[in-house]
């Protein structure tokens, strides 16, 4: 069978996907830069690893040649996005571009999987309903500007693509919490957990009717909360005082988000709000030691 190709597949997002796609029976190529760290994945079987740089044409042709599949996950993102408008550009956009060519030439029939984000709707604040794939794309940082101009690489490429659209990540893990936190404390948010997003871009990779549409990525109905729900709550799960959160002085880019069709086609919604927070409980009480 012909590999899946993941670009950037050597950070942890591309480490999970490569697991979960050889649990499948599939086989990867995992394409990253040189300096990056492949130890978890050169001893796996149906894993070929290519060094090369997205922004590199020959690199990207070598990694694209006789794929049925590419998971995109190659980019720069923030806060260094917002550093070097050209360089993210060059990773995100031409790098986008330089894929979108070498499939046209060697892998005409391969399915592209091109990780978008909702920040490209900018504040939506304004929206009495979840935010649809039809509202306007509003950039209000460097990272934004370079996905909408990403996006119109593959729509105007005719190649078989599909956009997703990611809301908010969040990560069960212990982690510092942002300053400030990317959104104010009365702002409609729906994040959505890793492990849903890692099941909607292998479910978009393998999806026949996935093909040729944009989707909103988010985590559905129990994760529609407020910015102050999402802090409070890991304030709790640390053990540390609210006092300490600070919040976005304006609204950003976070709201809720129309999933209806994307959950339909890619079935990834399978981890609610509170299969979330009991796992964030669990991580601190194993580190306290209870």
């Not at 709550?233 to 919040?247: S, T, V």
């Amino acid at each position: 069978m012909k590999p899946i190709l993941i670009t950037g597949g050597a950070g942890s997002v591309g480490k999970q996907l490569t697991n979960m796609l050889l649990t499948q029976g599939q086989s990867v190529r995992v394409f990253d830069l040189p300096f990056m760290d492949f130890t978890d994945l050169e001893t796996l079987d149906n894993v070929e690893i290519l060094k090369g740089d997205v922004t590199n044409s020959d690199d990207v042709i070598e990694a694209v040649d006789g794929v049925r599949g590419v998971l995109h996950l190659a980019a720069i993102l923030p806060p260094n996005s917002e550093k070097d408008r050209d360089r993210t550009f060059s990773v995100n956009v031409q790098g986008t571009q330089n894929i979108v060519t070498a499939i046209k030439k060697v892998s005409p029939e391969a399915i592209m999987v091109f990780t978008s984000s909702i920040s490209t709707y900018g504040d939506t604040s304004y929206v009495d309903n979840p935010v649809t794939i039809a509202h306007p794309q509003n950039a209000i940082d460097v990272y934004a500007d370079s996905k909408i101009n990403g996006e119109k690489v593959l729509i105007d490429s005719k190649v078989n693509y599909v956009i997703l659209r990611i809301a908010s990540i969040a990560v069960p893990a212990f982690l510092e919490p942002p300053t400030p936190w990317p959104f104010t404390a009365e702002q409609r948010v729906e994040m959505v957990h890793r492990d849903d997003v890692a099941d909607a871009l292998v479910a978009a990779v393998s999806t026949k009717d996935a093909i040729g549409k944009i989707f909103n990525i988010a985590g559905g109905n129990s994760w529609r909360l407020q910015g102050k729900d999402y802090v409070e709550d890991f304030f709790k799960f640390m053990g540390a005082p609210i006092e300490m959160a600070q919040y976005r002085e304006t609204t950003g880019w976070n709201d809720w988000f129309d999933t209806e069709e994307s959950q339909r086609i890619l079935n990834y919604q399978n981890r609610p709000y509170e299969f979330y927070s009991d796992q964030m409980k669990a991580i601190v009480e194993e580190m306290m030691g209870e």
